[in-house]
């Protein structure tokens, strides 16, 4: 694996990145993410031109995930197996404690398309919508 550069490039000078999609499970969707995961709620919005919606994400960080639905319907069909969110953790029991969470909410793992998570120890779980989220019990590099 080539790693090669640690730092945001200065041609790129970006603020804040923000992951968005649509549900029509919002609920459910914030009680995985927040509750279950544990991000942290950092904005929630209501009837924003028919949208309601809710950011999670790392405090003092600039890289957060928007969820919104809106009164006239927001489906959102499941995208691949191989469409990830990943999340590497400080360690196995860092992991395994999100993992526990997930479970005790009644989200089991299921099985990776790729092998590669496997062999690093991963677990995967769908969301209520059907997107799968990787945790990942330490940094690849």
Not at 32 to 59: K, S
Not at 68 to 81: I, K, Q, W
Request: aromatic share 12%; with cysteine; charged share 20%.
């Amino acid at each position: 694996m080539t790693v090669t550069t640690s730092e945001w490039p200065a041609e790129l000078d970006v603020a804040q990145v923000r992951m968005a999609r649509p549900t029509d499970k919002l609920a459910e969707v914030e009680e995985f993410y927040a509750t279950a995961i544990g991000l942290p709620v950092l904005y929630r919005f209501d009837n924003h031109a028919g949208y309601d919606g809710v950011m999670l994400g790392l405090p003092g960080t600039g890289y957060h995930l928007e969820f919104t639905t809106h009164v006239d319907g927001s489906p959102c069909p499941a995208p691949s197996a191989e469409n990830l969110l990943v999340l590497y953790f400080h360690g196995d029991a860092r992991m395994y404690e999100v993992a526990e969470r997930l479970g005790v909410a009644g989200h089991e793992p299921v099985a990776a398309e790729n092998p590669y998570w496997d062999g690093v120890g991963a677990l995967t779980f769908e969301d209520p919508d059907g997107w799968r989220v990787v945790l990942v019990p330490k940094p690849v590099f």
